[in-house]
Nanobody
Framework: QVQVVESGGGLVQPGGSLRLSCAAS????????MDWHRQPPGKQREFVAR???????IYADSVKGRCTISRDNAKNTVFLRMSSLKPEDTAVYYC???????????????WGQGTQVTVSS
């Protein structure tokens, strides 16, 4: 029903920058919040940032001041701009979209497959 696809991951040096993108498509009726989560190697998945449909943003303390989340409502796309990257930012980054569809008015979270970000010299 809903496909969520992340892109933009890769290898970056410490102190560098990266921009992740995520596009939601399919039988979407309304998109609400769009989030980024990450899972560092050997650790549990953790929240990174959220942006509501109205543009309100929330960040994890670990990335506050270094990340900016934004979205294009017309394209159901969310971005995560990361700067001053550290090795501990290495993780698989996942996008989630909270949405209703043409098949169901119940809000559900849809997850992407993730994109790898590696911060290393």
């Amino acid at each position: 029903q809903v496909q969520v696809v992340e892109s933009g991951g890769g290898l970056v040096q410490p102190g560098g920058s990266l921009r992740l993108s995520c596009a939601a498509s399919g039988s979407i009726l309304t998109v609400y919040a769009m989030d980024w989560h990450r899972q560092p190697p050997g650790k549990q998945r953790e929240f990174v940032a959220r942006i509501t449909s109205g543009g309100i943003t929330i960040y994890a303390d670990s990335v506050k001041g270094r990340c900016t989340i934004s979205r294009d409502n017309a394209k159901n796309t969310v971005f995560l701009r990361m700067s001053s990257l550290k090795p501990e930012d290495t993780a698989v980054y996942y996008c989630t979209t909270t949405a209703t569809t043409t098949m169901s008015s119940v809000r559900r979270d849809y997850w992407g497959q993730g994109t790898q970000v590696t911060v290393s010299s």
